[in-house]
């Protein structure tokens, strides 16, 4: 103890009324075996234990610790644990027993309590800041006044994924979106169409294409089989009542599977026509502050154009335009379009009837050929007769002799064209839809053998029958006398001059150079 503390406690005890003399008040609160204990009950222990024991006659079992702390009047206790705590207390030193857990009514209160705490911490509306709400609220009224979905929608229910910690699933935000929408600013449901509406709108499509498109050259473009004709470049828009189309050319169309272009283009096309649509209205209305709102515009564009994931980039095109209102297009590859980099391909198809012509035919040469009929394929099928299984049953056919050349060296040159004979049946299984079918018909035409077992085979078998070709040949060659001395002589010379040729002949009395001296060169 302190000095401090020691002279406090030293005052405290000689205050007036103590310093003659004089018993002390009890410190602790008395009981069996303190001093000052007399026997009787505090008020608090008594009323604990006449709660605990009608509880216990009511339910025919030992009362729960919340059942007894629910009538307990005379605890003054500013917490719920304290009380808690001064309960059990005085049921131990009276040697009662409290049932364990708790009551089926308290931890469904429990449970409640917690829902509701996790509601408030969790709900959008707040753990977001003032301004973010206010945003959150703006695009909401603006998600109610469009449809649901489809393209007529204002908003997609994706974009409000930012409002949301990173990995909210879509459908909690369409949940919560939804809750704040009904019970927080009471707004109608999304507008039904209806099928007036759906009409109104094909129509009003159909305007806008056909005026982009008078010759409907976009339907003549052949369809390929599980994709779709892709418009790169924004179809157009009605601005105060006039049509603003954009002409199409081959430059801007390409062919793009149903995936790609329903579910992954939808959300970007959608930003790229509402910014091209404003782009327009800013140039026709001329609003205040117009060519700065045109300027960023023209900005997003090229931002938007940069940002495209990898496997996108180069299938759209967004718009930038003047103050004129010219548009240019950017972002696009025009080598991932039909009319890839020729000039008649840049051709809108909205030009003179003079150019149509040529626009007609540069479709012919970029469109793909329409698949070919069965008549037009069946000189393909027929090359799987040539296949392993094919040759290998002509020539099982037909008998081999093995003492016969002719029989021996048809084999070798088998061998020596395996791979070509492969990659024929690979040839005539080509175009199946059916992999399963294919594999399996492709395994016939290779001797029983998978495709790449196939190959592999034939690759080791080329050389092989190569070299037997050429020691065929050369064994053929000797067995017909053609290394014989007399047979390797030209034709043309005797037998003696050929002698003649092959000894050198020197003029012995011609004099020559054994004996020294110096070579006259007039000689």
Known sequence: MRIKEYRQMIDYLCRPGYQSGGQVSQLVQPGPGRQGYDGREKPLAKQIK?????????KGRNPYIVEVMEKVTLDKSKTLDNKRVNIKEVLKRADLELMPGMTKMSKEARIQKAGESIKQTKRVENFLPDIKKDELFADIKKYRKGVRIGPDATMNIKEFAKY??????????????????NEILKLPDHPVKGKAGELEAKRTKYKIV?????????KKITQVPGKHRHHMRAKG???DDMIKAISPSLADITHLDIKTNSELFQNVEK?????????????ERKPTGWKIRLKQLNFKSRHLANK???????LMYFEQMDEAGNLKPIGGDPMKSLGKLTPEGKIPFDATQRAVPIVKKEISKAVPIKKAGMLKTLGKRLTGVFGPTGIFGLTAG?????KSAMDRMSIAGEAAFAPELVKASIGATKGMKNRAAQKVVQQLL????PTQTALRVARVAQPLGLLYLGGEGLYHMYKKGHFEKERMRPSLMDEEAYAGAQREDFDRDQPMFAEGGIASLKK
């Not at 056909?210 to 976009?218: A, E, L, R, S």
């Open 50 to 58: 006449e709660i605990y024991a009608a509880i216990k006659k009511e």
């Open 308 to 314: 495209m994931p990898k496997n996108l980039k180069g």
């Open 210 to 218: 056909k005026k982009g498109d008078p010759k409907d050259i976009f």
């Open 398 to 402: 037909l008998g081999v002799d093995p």
């Open 164 to 181: 949301f910690p990173k990995g909210t699933s879509d459908v909690v935000i369409s949940r919560q979106v939804n809750r704040v929408a």
């Open 446 to 449: 290779n001797l029983g053998l």
């Open 271 to 283: 930003t790229r026509n509402a910014i091209v649509k404003e782009q327009m209205e800013l140039v």
């Open 237 to 239: 828009f009605i601005i």
